[in-house]
């Protein structure tokens, strides 16, 4: 089992940064792809960034457009979500996820879940 509990998240104003945090606890976090996933109101839970286990590999989705970086730090079982330049459009619940061996883009392949931080960006 892999226990994750996210932080770091707030109220900001656009153009803002945050940086969230990915704590994991249980099994071994360097087995483990780690994607961020974000959920607005009213939308459907959609793909930010992921992180291979060794961290050696990421990948965004487009919206981030270099704001955002996704890093891990295996011998502290944290992964790490800077985002600068922060937007209205970028105000979600943000969630971490581990899943065994490689990163994808679809949420439903995600074994584990925590249980999100609120980021809220106003202009």
């Known amino acids: 089992q892999v226990q994750l509990v996210e932080s770091g998240g707030g109220l900001v104003q656009t153009g803002a940064s945050l940086r969230l945090n990915c704590a994991a606890s249980g099994r071994n976090l360097t087995l483990y792809a780690v994607g961020w996933f974000r959920q607005a109101p009213g939308k459907e839970r959609e793909f930010v960034a992921a992180?291979?286990?060794?961290?050696?590999?990421?990948n965004y989705e487009d919206f981030v457009k270099g704001r955002f970086i996704i890093s891990r730090d295996n011998a502290k079982s944290t992964v790490y979500l800077q985002m600068n330049s922060l937007e209205t459009e970028d105000t979600a619940v943000y969630y971490c996820a581990a899943r065994a061996g490689l990163r994808s883009t679809t949420p439903s392949l995600y074994e584990y879940w925590g249980q999100g931080t609120q980021v809220t960006v106003s202009s």
């Open positions: 992180i291979t286990p060794s961290g050696n590999n990421v």
